[in-house]
Antibody
Framework: EVQLVESGGGLVQPGRSLRLSCAASGFTFDDYAMHWVRQAPGKGLEWVSGISWNSGNIGYADSVKGRFTISRDNAKNSLYLQMNSLRAEDTAFYYC???????????????WGQGTMVTVSS | DIQMTQSPSSLSASVGDRVTLTCQAS??????LNWYQQKPGKAPKVLIY???NLETGVPSRFSGSGSGTDFTFTISSLQPEDIATYYC?????????FGGGTKVEIK
């Protein structure tokens, strides 16, 4: 069964850091691009970051550029999001999602995890 | 950034009705447009990719059309299980962007 399972969310104070993880199974992880997409409570979807199959190409939304870092470990079938200098507006459900190609800039998000909640508050 | 505008923001229809949602891009995105369904408390799910291609396993009552800046998503006969918010998303240009969503309810 194709599956993505996120972990690492929680309550964190403004200015602090948090690292999200996404464990993939049921498909050849290192063939595909991966993404993080977030959703603030009661709001729409926002693409956060994407990474190509070999980490050769990476992109970020302007809202997180310079603060968040996406990475992957293909040997561990895992995707990560290092979030630094967190702000209240980063409060959201964070989803890990798979792309249909190795290039992160192409195609749909065809598999999604169940998400992990990040709350930034003092 | 490419802005994606969905309309209406919400609608109420009866079971069996034909439902049409629209999505407009702020510039030409060719056919690089996907549609997602998000049920309450659940992760989104892709229904249509590349504007008009039905994702494997998705019921045939769902369809998509359009190219350039104007796109349409149709449910040919609304079912109770179709209650959800529907989002369009473009991948012609980075950053990848979503529309604001259309919430579909049963009348």
């Amino acid at each position: 069964e194709v599956q993505l399972v996120e972990s690492g969310g929680g309550l964190v104070q403004p200015g602090r850091s948090l690292r999200l993880s996404c464990a993939a199974s049921g498909f050849t992880f290192d063939d595909y691009a991966m993404h993080w997409v977030r959703q603030a409570p009661g709001k729409g979807l926002e693409w956060v970051s994407g990474i190509s199959w070999n980490s050769g190409n990476i992109g970020y939304a302007d809202s997180v550029k310079g603060r968040f870092t996406i990475s992957r470990d293909n040997a561990k079938n895992s995707l990560y999001l290092q979030m630094n200098s967190l702000r209240a507006e980063d409060t959201a459900f964070y989803y890990c999602a798979k792309g249909p190609y190795g290039d992160y800039s192409r195609g749909a998000f065809d598999i999604w995890g169940q998400g992990t909640m990040v709350t930034v508050s003092s | 950034d490419i802005q994606m505008t969905q309309s209406p923001s919400s609608l109420s229809a009866s079971v069996g009705d034909r439902v049409t949602l629209t999505c407009q891009a702020s510039q030409d995105i060719r056919n690089y447009l996907n549609w997602y369904q998000q049920k309450p408390g659940k992760a989104p799910k892709v229904l249509i990719y590349d504007a008009s291609n039905l994702e494997t396993g998705v019921p045939s009552r769902f369809s998509g059309s359009g190219s350039g800046t104007d796109f349409t998503f149709t449910i040919s006969s609304l079912q109770p299980e179709d209650i959800a918010t529907y989002y369009c998303q473009q991948y012609d240009n980075l950053p990848l962007t979503f529309g604001g969503g259309t919430k579909v309810e049963i009348k």
